[in-house]
């Protein structure tokens, strides 16, 4: 990867941390930018759907309807003019076995994420499918 390649991942990295921040989750917060020829064309974080109080959790679970951050910044991209044919996905966390479907489905042709999730099976999906997948460590 060139430099100033890097230099953008790391820049929209970061911005993706800080819309982790806007998530009313308390066990995780995850945020996501969908970036095409280098503009912002989406973002989402982790929380309850529309019309839903802002309680992602209940007893330590968090509520099965709460949507993943990059499951809401494809859905914002679906109920507009855009299209995330050959975009870049960045997450603060590596997308699960079923966000990993909407994203090669919703035609994104790379991820870079922060942070890895427990389970590992949306990436090895991904690497199948052919998305590009860049692992960035050092952003917080």
Same mark, same amino acid.
């Given at each position: 990867? =060139?430099?100033?390649?890097?230099?953008?991942?790391? *820049?929209?990295? %970061?911005?993706?941390?800080?819309?982790?921040?806007?998530?009313?989750?308390? %066990?995780?917060?995850?945020? *996501?930018?969908?970036?095409?020829?280098?503009?912002?064309?989406? =973002?989402? @974080?982790?929380?309850?759907?529309?019309?839903?109080? +802002?309680?992602?959790?209940?007893?330590?679970?968090?509520k099965w309807y709460v949507l993943h951050a990059e499951a +809401?910044?494809?859905?914002?991209?679906?109920?507009?003019?855009?299209?995330?044919? +050959?975009?870049?996905?960045?997450i603060t966390m590596s997308p699960c076995k079923e966000?990993?479907?909407?994203?090669?489905?919703?035609?994104?042709? %790379?991820?870079?994420?922060?942070?890895?999730?427990?389970?590992?099976?949306?990436?090895? @999906?991904?690497?199948?499918?052919?998305?590009?997948?860049?692992?960035?460590?050092?952003?917080?």
């Open positions: 990867m =060139d430099k100033k390649q890097l230099k953008y991942d790391e *820049a929209y990295m %970061r911005m993706a941390f800080e819309w982790a921040k806007l998530s009313y989750c308390e %066990r995780k917060k995850v945020g *996501a930018l969908i970036v095409k020829d280098r503009m912002i064309i989406s =973002d989402g @974080f982790n929380g309850t759907p529309t019309g839903f109080e +802002n309680c992602c959790e209940e007893e330590g679970s968090t +809401n910044a494809i859905l914002k991209v679906a109920a507009s003019t855009q299209s995330c044919k +050959n975009s870049t996905l960045y966000c990993s479907k909407l994203i090669h489905q919703s035609g994104i042709k %790379r991820v870079v994420y922060a942070n890895a999730y427990k389970d590992t099976t949306g990436l090895e @999906f991904l690497q199948k499918a052919g998305v590009e997948l860049t692992y960035l460590n050092n952003i917080k």
